[in-house]
């Protein structure tokens, strides 16, 4: 499955009984008792110590393009990036297309152009908006409207109203139940004009993943004008509200999987129009260029992007994030991407020979899951998607999975869901990708949610919407059991130098961007599939139910934990291994990663997070269940208005503004110059 022999001959030592010390095993850890009962919740460190905060301190503010120009250069040169290639797959001569985000910082983008020329490389830089033919004005103006009246520091509960105005054909009709079921947690969810919006509102083309949990576009990644799939405004986003998005006619109009839209050409709604609008143009730029290599697109959702772009989705190059300061000072753009995939396919490794998985995580997360081996070789094929590892079988199935060696393109083999993997336990959390919420425990039974406490007016939302008319009654396709209430999602972000976005948070409340950070797992609910067995395009079948059925196309309602101990028990050995110990991804320890990042500096920099989250009661004073779990945005929004003032306790020196290739990075002052809190613009 992977490409180092040395790497498979590792994870085998430890499936012998008699190498008790193998690397990455526990030493003879006992398997704790099995019991299908819920475990008790504890919430706290309690006694133990987890990784202190840390801040990045090699962010400044430039003065001028020429400030920019080593981060960018380094940039352009890099052959990795997020879900895709980076910009130094490119050659001398070559031409490129470059769609950036709405508030892409003017002076970010001129150093990127100035770096590529530098290279002989031509690029063509276009914005978002653009593309869908507004200006930048009225997408600010639709997108201010949409997201009026939320409250940034708590925006993580919109991920419900994402959820419903996203991922229904036709939104009204959960909108208009869950508003008589419960009024007031309505109203909580839909502030201001969002209410009418919402309640008036008819068929659309559901958005997928993205959009049912960070309120960005599932293809883009982007919080856009206009609806899904318009202009991004930003890496990730608030939770959106359904001002916009009509369409006509009452009942929903099929949708042509390829293109959006509608299959008789009649009640094609504005919703089946955006979703589509900057595919439709990045395809018709590239068809009237053909001397253009391709298109660098998206903070996310690679899988939806080459879809957008089909029959051209080999035009795809990769997602583009570094359009703002902080994306393009911080190591994530530089970074050595064979260290990055090694590291990826060193925690991948042992999934086939898994039996068990064990989770833990000081906020209350205590769950687990036995897996047959069956499952196991199905999880192992479908797991990796490059800074997004799909850490339960649910997600990893149902689709074609990508290739280790060719990515992004996808393996041959269809991989069926069932038999489907089943959860047990509680998760708690107090963000997700679309922000900050008060904690809310998630109890799972026999794999189904069986209750929810806490987590505000998400919270109360989802206890309702476990009762959803029909949904617990059918069959989604392609699975055995009635029911949409799983744990669909356990994804790990395996990046080291990822980091909470300050741009992004003191715009719109949002903390998806930092889930790329390793050993951050971020939870999805609900269920999902992606591909019918004929070809690695969007499941017609799946569509067609849920439109039939007016039921949601996709999970959502995510969390984030940053401190869990994720083991697996490896069959027929009876040994543990520590994937995640306390939040940090144990393969960034292994000999061969280390090896290989010593070429290109000081592997104990490299492989070290730039960034940990500073929570009271897990890794600084205070106590977690009063000073945090109940208004955790409040917190965390006083942290980072220190850190961007310059006054924060926990700078991490790092390496200054650049990796040092093949040399020993840099001492970086111990507080950096103060940054602007929206990304230097």
């Known amino acids: 499955m992977m490409n180092g022999f040395s790497t498979a001959r590792w994870w085998g030592l430890c499936l012998c009984a008699a190498a008790a010390a193998a690397a990455g095993c526990s030493k003879g850890a006992a398997p704790p008792a099995e019991s299908s009962a819920a475990p008790a919740v504890q919430a706290g460190a309690n006694g133990e110590k987890y990784p202190a905060p840390r801040w990045p301190s090699y962010f400044k503010t430039p003065k001028s393009v020429d400030d920019l120009m080593p981060a960018a250069r380094l940039l352009v040169r890099n052959q990795s990036g997020l879900q895709g290639k980076g910009m130094g797959i490119l050659k001398a001569g070559d031409k490129v297309l470059i769609v950036a985000a709405d508030e892409a910082d003017p002076m970010v983008m001129d150093a990127v152009k100035k770096a590529l020329e530098e290279r002989q490389i031509t690029p063509y830089i276009k914005y978002t908006y653009e593309m869908r033919g507004v200006t930048k004005e009225a997408a600010k103006a639709d997108r201010e409207r949409r997201l009026g009246g939320q409250d940034i520091k708590e925006a993580g509960i919109y991920q419900a109203t994402a959820w419903i105005t996203g991922q229904f054909p036709n939104p009204s009709e959960p909108a208009k139940w869950l508003k008589d079921k419960d009024p007031q947690t309505f109203a909580a ?127 795809f190059l990769g997602t583009f994030i570094q359009d703002n300061v902080y994306d393009l000072e911080s190591q994530m753009s530089t970074y050595p991407g064979d260290v990055w995939q090694l590291a990826e396919e060193q925690l991948l490794e042992p999934l086939v020979y898994v039996d068990r998985v064990e989770i833990t995580d000081p906020e209350g997360t205590n769950l687990y899951a036995d897996i047959t081996e069956e499952m196991a070789q199905r999880w192992a094929a479908g797991a990796y998607q490059r800074g997004h590892l799909y850490m339960f079988p649910n997600q990893a199935t149902g689709r074609f999975g990508y290739s280790f060696v060719n990515y992004p393109a996808f393996q041959a083999k269809w991989l069926p869901r069932e038999p489907i993997a089943r959860i047990e336990g509680v998760l708690a959390g107090t963000q997700g990708h679309g922000g900050f919420f008060p904690r809310w425990e998630i109890f799972f039974k026999n794999g189904f949610i069986s209750d929810v406490k806490g987590g505000g007016a998400q919270g109360a939302a989802l206890k309702e919407f476990l ?3 029909g949904l617990n009654e059918l069959t989604f396709p392609y699975h055995n059991q009635p029911g949409f209430w799983y744990l669909y999602e356990i994804a790990f972000g395996s990046h080291p130098k990822s980091f909470r976005h300050p741009g992004v948070m003191a715009e719109t409340g949002n903390t998806s961007p930092e889930r790329v950070r390793s050993g951050v797992i971020h939870w999805g609910l609900g269920i999902r599939l992606w591909h ?12 067609e139910f849920t439109e039939a059925h007016n039921f949601p196309f996709d999970h959502g309602w995510h969390t984030q934990t940053y401190f869990t101990t994720y083991k697996v028990r490896l069959r027929n050995a009876n040994k543990w291994v520590n994937i995640l110990d306390k939040g940090h991804m144990t393969s960034l320890d292994n000999p061969e990663v280390r090896a290989l990042a010593s070429r290109y500096g000081d592997p104990n920099y490299l492989l070290t997070e730039d960034w940990v989250p500073e929570v009271p009661g897990i890794n600084a004073p205070g106590d977690y269940m009063k000073d945090y779990a109940p208004n955790p945005g409040d917190y965390a929004f006083k942290v980072m208005e220190k850190a961007n003032a310059g006054t924060y306790d926990h700078y991490f020196p790092g390496a200054g503004a650049q990796i040092t290739y093949g040399g020993q990075p840099g001492t970086a002052p111990a507080k950096p110059a103060k940054t602007s809190g929206g990304g230097g613009k």
Do not use: C, N
């Open 189 to 315: 969810l839909f502030p201001g004009r969002s209410a009418e919006a919402v309640l008036t509102s008819g068929p659309q083309k559901p958005r997928g993943e993205a959009g049912a949990g960070a309120g960005a576009d599932a293809d883009t990644g982007m919080v856009d004008s206009g609806g899904a799939g318009g202009s991004g405004a930003s890496r990730g986003g608030a939770g959106r509200s359904a001002g916009g998005r009509r369409a006509g006619g009452k009942t929903v109009a099929k949708a042509d999987a390829k293109s959006g839209a509608a299959a008789d050409g009649k009640g094609k709604g504005g919703d089946y129009t955006r979703r589509f609008a900057v595919g439709d143009a990045i395809k018709d730029f590239l068809t009237q260029h053909p001397d253009v290599r391709g298109v660098f697109w998206g903070k996310g959702g690679s899988t939806g992007l080459r879809r957008q772009l089909y029959p051209l989705q080999d035009k």
């Open 467 to 469: 009762q959803y008319p």
């Open 532 to 543: 019918d067995p004929d070809a690695p395009t969007e499941s017609k079948k799946w569509r």
